[in-house]
């Protein structure tokens, strides 16, 4: 008999039903297609004894949109065809009970997808912070790893029992507790650290059933309320420092800076000053994309404050700076971009991880005890001071208090800077740079 074709699968339908075999050899089964009226089915014959049956495989469709082709049936045919020469005679029992398998299948795999939602509901607290870091790891937000160690240090191994409890079932006790502990052992500003980050943790699980950005983790915990919300912030212990350089102590420290061996942190920390006291977090996560060196300016983003988008901080150039630039360009341009495809980092050493800022900072601390001991500072200094010094300095020298705001980007999150002020202060900042560049140019070499 002659096999089955497409061509004649696409014969009309003359009025009376026809049926098409593609052959086969006896007791194997053979592939058949019934021609009708709403059109071509495939179907398995075979005999069950002296019973005739057929199993069915679908409607034709030579294009596989509505249907099986011609090449699919035999294929199942084929599978068939095995299963009789191996001795399974009811090919409709073997095929129902491989359906109710599974079903059975189905039904456990939705049942452990359950238990474990249900656990998920009552994820521990050690869950919900791993879950909040991830949250910002995935924002790529500088903080993410000082959470990480705070959470570390303060929460996880401190208090394991805690750790380890409900998140949806702990209260405001042992929290206040937990903070206690803290400010007792005279760690009063990581206690208040502790509590706004615990706070946004909670608040974002609960956040998590209404915003769609929140982790879909979250939305299992089965948080109703936050337990930090009700505890007082521990203000005092957040007073702003007020530590400012006087001329002479800038001077000797910007001639340590200078006396150091090249590398990626010391030139970090001449661009925090010769940029105009810049927030080293910001400066750092510069890339060469980021730099022009032709038209003289570094483009930083500034995500601080209530913003959905970092804001755009455009930098001019002092000579100072573009040389201190163009020698970490020249760096950067042999290392390739990083696995999500980002232009190289200006501040990296191997073009694999960015300098941190806990690196620049010890180089202050070093540079501080040498002054300490030389006796060249009245008292200790830390790296956020030199940002405080510079726009002390910058007023003195006679900058504008809105120049400053723009020069270090802060200040700037009223509603008239966010949507409608488009100025870029270039010619104010560049201005402001040279004054400043000068100044502390003089220190070095009066």
């Known amino acids: 008999m002659a096999e089955l074709t497409d061509r004649s699968l696409r014969k009309k339908w003359t009025g009376k039903d026809e049926w098409l075999s593609d052959g086969g050899s006896r007791g194997a089964g053979r592939l058949v297609a019934k021609l009708a009226a709403p059109g071509v089915t495939f179907y398995f014959q075979y005999y069950q004894g002296s019973r005739r049956r057929f199993m069915p495989i679908g409607g034709y469709d030579a294009k596989a949109e509505r249907g099986v082709t011609l090449l699919q049936a035999r294929d199942q045919a084929h599978a068939w065809s095995v299963l009789l020469r191996q001795g399974v005679t009811d090919l409709h029992g073997f095929q129902e009970d491989l359906e109710k398998e599974r079903r059975r299948q189905r039904d456990e795999a939705a049942a452990l997808e ?20 991830g949250h910002l790891k995935r924002l790529e937000k500088q903080s993410a790893t000082d959470v990480r160690i705070l959470f570390d240090v303060h929460v996880i191994r401190a208090e394991p029992e805690l750790v380890a409890s409900k998140a949806s079932e702990l209260d405001v006790d042992e929290f206040v507790g937990l903070l206690s502990k803290l400010v007792q052992a005279g760690k009063g500003r990581t206690a208040e650290k502790l509590r706004s980050y615990l706070r946004a943790a909670y608040g974002l699980a609960l956040q998590s059933k209404t915003n769609p950005d929140a ?66 977090a910001q400066l750092l996560r510069a890339r060469l994309v980021d730099l022009d060196l032709t038209a003289r300016t570094l483009t930083l983003y500034d995500p601080k404050g209530a913003r959905t988008q970092p804001r755009t901080h455009v930098l001019p150039l002092t000579q100072s700076a573009q040389a201190v630039l163009a020698r ?18 200006l501040f990296s050493s191997t073009g694999k991880q960015l300098l941190r800022i806990e690196t620049v900072s010890a180089q202050v601390t070093e540079i501080v005890r ?46 008239q800077s966010r949507h409608y002020d488009r100025y870029n202060y270039l010619s104010e900042k560049q201005s402001a740079l040279e004054i400043w560049e000068r100044h502390l140019n003089d220190l070095l070499e009066p």
């Not at 006796?375 to 020298?397: C, N, Q, Y």
Request: without cysteine.
């Open 114 to 133: 359950h238990v474990k939602l249900r656990e998920a509901m009552h994820g521990s607290l050690g869950q919900l912070l791993d879950a909040y870091v």
């Open 215 to 280: 982790p879909q983790a979250l939305r299992n915990f089965g948080v109703r309320v936050n337990p930090i919300a009700s505890i007082s912030a521990l203000s005092k212990y957040n007073r702003p420092r007020e530590r400012v350089l006087s001329v002479e102590e800038l001077s000797r420290f910007l001639k340590r800076l200078m006396a150091l061996p090249d590398s990626v942190k010391r030139d970090a920390l001449l661009l925090v000053l010769y940029l105009g006291g810049q927030r080293p």
């Open 328 to 345: 970490l360009a020249e760096r950067a341009s042999s290392f390739q971009a990083d696995e999500k495809g980002r232009s190289q980092a």
């Open 370 to 415: 040498a002054m300490l001991e030389a006796g060249e500072l009245r008292e200790r200094l830390e790296l956020r001071d030199l940002r405080r010094s510079a726009e002390t300095m910058l007023a003195s020298l006679g900058v504008s208090k809105d120049t400053r705001a723009q020069l270090q980007s802060h200040g700037l999150g009223g509603v």
